[in-house]
């Protein structure tokens, strides 16, 4: 192999996936951003640095948990095709997994998705929760809703317990619901120390060639979880939170249909979207985010 593209066998809305021949891959998170289910065309500095940061930060907190796919994400720890400017920092070595087909949501708020099952229903996930709770409010307890894996471009789909085990079956689903509440609750601990909410988050696994379970992809990143400044929040409302707000909000105030394409981010939106995707780093990590790119070998 001379060149990564002769590698590449996935490319994502945020991700590319490599495979190296040798039972592991490259995970490379890129710069774009989606709104809606669409990619836009303007990119947002560093922003796959962040996720590959606060992944392998994550990753390392909860390895007592479950056991992940990571085995690097420095240069030393990449082949020799990966250790360029561009892929500095926000590139993973990982070993190559079954991945199981069901997206492993924990929620601990009503908030998304799941606000809107409860207005119509009272019921989340086949969870049937108290009656008169308002946006965002807290859960009694965290619950474990997942979901289907979407292709590009469509939705997630919730599943409740029954449908959820008919594709793990019942002791596989029992495993990952109560690995998915233990890494969600050691991540809220720790955020709310920081001054942010944990509102949920969603997980993915896969299985190793023994058949163990094995945590992959992002972790607790502003991609797959909802992060909400504690001094921000009020039940009754959606909070701002650490991702696409700048995004979405101009989005919204543009009348733009959400079909593609999607139009340019204004100097503005790029800029302050990045500059949130970077305080969440900082704030949930205590580490300065130039730090992590000087660890990476990132230029200046």
Known sequence: MHTLDEALIASGKVRDLYDLGDGTLLIVASDRISAFDVVLPTLIPDKGRVLTGMTRYWLSRTAGIVRSHLLGTAPPELPAVARTAELAGRTMRCARLQMLPIECVVRGYLAGSAWRDYEETGIVGGHELPTGLRQAAPLPTPIFTPATKAALGDHDVNL????????????????????????????AVHAAAQGIILADTKFEFGLDRDGSIVLGDEVLTPDSSRFWPADEYAVGRSPASFDKQYVRDWLEATGWDKTPPGPELPDAVRDGTAARYREAYERITGGRFGAYLDEMGVPT
């Open 160 to 187: 409740d317990q029954k449908e959820a085990t008919a594709l793990l079956g019942a002791d596989r689903y029992r495993e990952l619901a109560a690995i998915s509440l233990a890494l969600y609750g050691v991540a």
